[in-house]
């Protein structure tokens, strides 16, 4: 299954060094790719569409990178950060997922993509 990469607008530098620094190392195709055998329902119609298995990856490297102690408190800083909206992927504070899909992202995946 082929997924399309992120906007040009949201590949925009972010304001902060670190993040600009490895944001255009990330392959979002590449990761899209690998993780879609987790995520059957993007070829199926259905509610809200799903999150971009490369953005939840962009959430996780956020949460390592910047040292942030939970998922609650890793999601209330992407909301409140411009920086870390655009380089996770999302138009605004609305598409920010929760962190039980973090959870569940995580369980479903595994660690070993995220080392």
Not at 10 to 25: F, G, K, Q
Not at 94 to 111: C, H, K, M
Request: negative net charge.
């Amino acid at each position: 299954m082929q997924f399309s990469l992120l906007p040009d607008f949201l590949r925009a530098e972010t304001t902060d060094p670190l993040l600009d620094a490895i944001s255009p190392r990330i392959d979002e195709a590449a990761i899209d790719d690998q993780l879609a055998a987790y995520y059957p329902s993007f070829s199926i119609p259905q509610g809200w569409p799903p999150y971009w298995p490369s953005c939840l990856i962009r959430m996780h490297l956020v949460f390592f990178l910047k040292r942030i102690s939970s998922f609650n408190r890793l999601c209330e800083v992407v909301r409140q950060t411009p920086a870390y909206l655009k380089f996770c992927g999302f138009q605004d504070a609305d598409y920010v997922p929760t962190p039980g899909l973090l959870s569940q992202f995580r369980a479903r995946i595994g660690e070993a993509p995220l080392q």
